[in-house]
């Protein structure tokens, strides 16, 4: 699949590496881009911190799950306020992406 286009939501083109919300194309991190991808591929399913960490960062780190938390918290901002309540925490578990 080239891109996910969602309704209302982020169009992340994978071939192109860019994503566009409202249509204006934000600027992400190398791994900000991975993470939501990781998300928008993946609608609705809960996602524990070790599972992102293996997944969009490769390796699975127990002392690094912060870092999800920081890495979640700067892409919903780059998202914007109409759009970073798609990414959604589920306390005591992980995130998941609810459009």
Same mark, same amino acid.
């Given at each position: ?7 209302? &939501? /982020? ?7 860019? #994503?566009? #919300?409202? &249509?204006? +194309? ?7 881009? +991975? ?7 993946? /609608? &609705?399913?809960? *996602? ?6 293996? !997944?969009?960062?490769? *390796?699975? #780190?127990? !002392? !690094?799950? @912060? ?5 979640? %918290?700067?892409?919903? !901002?780059?998202?914007? /306020?109409?759009?970073?309540? %798609?990414?959604?925490?589920? @306390? $005591?578990? $992980?995130?998941?992406?609810? /459009?």
């Amino acid at each position: 699949m080239k891109s996910q286009t969602l309704t209302a &939501g /982020p169009v992340v083109d994978r071939g192109r590496r860019t #994503v566009h #919300v409202a &249509g204006r +194309e934000l600027e992400l991190t190398c791994l900000q881009f +991975e993470l939501l991808d990781h998300f928008v591929s993946h /609608p &609705g399913q809960v *996602f524990r911190r070790e599972q992102l960490l293996a !997944s969009v960062w490769g *390796f699975a #780190v127990l !002392s !690094s799950r @912060r870092t999800v938390d920081v890495q979640v %918290a700067r892409l919903r !901002s780059r998202l914007g /306020p109409k759009h970073r309540g %798609a990414i959604v925490t589920v @306390r $005591g578990v $992980g995130y998941k992406y609810a /459009p």
